[in-house]
């Protein structure tokens, strides 16, 4: 059986940083795609951003691109989500994902509320 458990949410003001982190158990995580979805209230689930297999030519929503860097950490078996420089509209609940043995795996999310 999966799991992915996201944390580092919370709440901060305009231009702050945080970063999220996403571990799995049940699976290497090194071995799938890895992404984060967000979904702010009253919207639909977007996605964010995306880190292949190999690590190489991660893939972001153009309005994080510069701000938002998604990375590995083989050792931990979890991905992160560096935030820079956060606004207002980056509020959301923000999800990882994975795809293993034909199924999407989703945690349960963790809330960034941004202030200004």
């Known amino acids: 059986q999966v799991q992915l458990a996201e944390s580092g949410g919370g709440l901060v003001q305009v231009g702050e940083s945080l970063t999220l982190s996403c571990e799995a158990s049940?699976?290497?995580?090194?071995?799938?795609?890895v992404a984060w979805f967000r979904q702010a209230p009253g919207k639909e689930r977007e996605f964010v951003a995306a880190?292949?297999?190999?690590?190489?030519?991660?893939y972001y929503l153009d309005s994080v691109k510069a701000r938002f860097t998604i990375s590995r950490d083989r050792a931990r078996n979890t991905v992160s989500l560096q935030m820079n420089t956060l606004k207002p509209e980056d509020t959301a609940v923000y999800y990882c994902?994975?795809?293993?043995?034909?199924?999407?795996?989703w945690g349960q999310g963790t809330q960034v509320t941004v202030s200004s």
């Open positions: 994902w994975t795809r293993w043995k034909g199924h999407d795996w």
């Open positions: 049940g699976l290497t995580f090194s071995n799938y795609a």
């Open positions: 880190i292949r297999r190999n690590g190489t030519t991660p």
